[in-house]
């Protein structure tokens, strides 16, 4: 299920998904972002059950990273856990609690089609 969300290929981004997929991710999404952003170039979100989840959710996606050799550029939010932001350079990752995530909408946010002018 994981793999039809990301058709790109990218070895880190699946790196991500699968150490999210390991430990029971909710509705994992990845946003090509290319030609949106020019700090990176995909977005992973994804939403965790509970606080303690959604920090051993991005605990994981960092052990996973580091164990390739990969070191995060940044972590922010761990202590709170209501939101988690991984950042790689090329992929970040927002691990959420679910109200946190619908708050803020971030697929919504990335993904709307730019106005006609």
């Excluded at 932001?85 to 909408?105: I, K, N, W």
Aim: proline share 3%; hydrophobic share 50%.
């Amino acid at each position: 299920m994981i793999q039809a969300l990301h058709a790109a290929g990218d070895s880190l981004t699946d790196l991500v998904l699968d150490a999210l997929d390991d430990m029971k991710a909710l509705d994992p999404v990845v946003i090509d972002v290319k030609g949106l952003s020019s700090v990176m170039d995909f977005m992973v979100i994804a939403s965790g059950t509970s606080t303690r989840h959604v920090k051993s959710l991005a605990d994981n996606v960092i052990i996973k990273a580091k164990a390739t050799g990969t070191r995060p550029i940044g972590v922010e939010g761990e202590n709170a856990g209501e939101w988690v932001l991984v950042d790689f350079g090329d992929v970040v990752v927002h691990v959420m609690q679910p109200a946190t995530r619908s708050f803020y909408d971030l697929e919504r946010l990335w993904t709307a089609a730019p106005d006609a002018d």
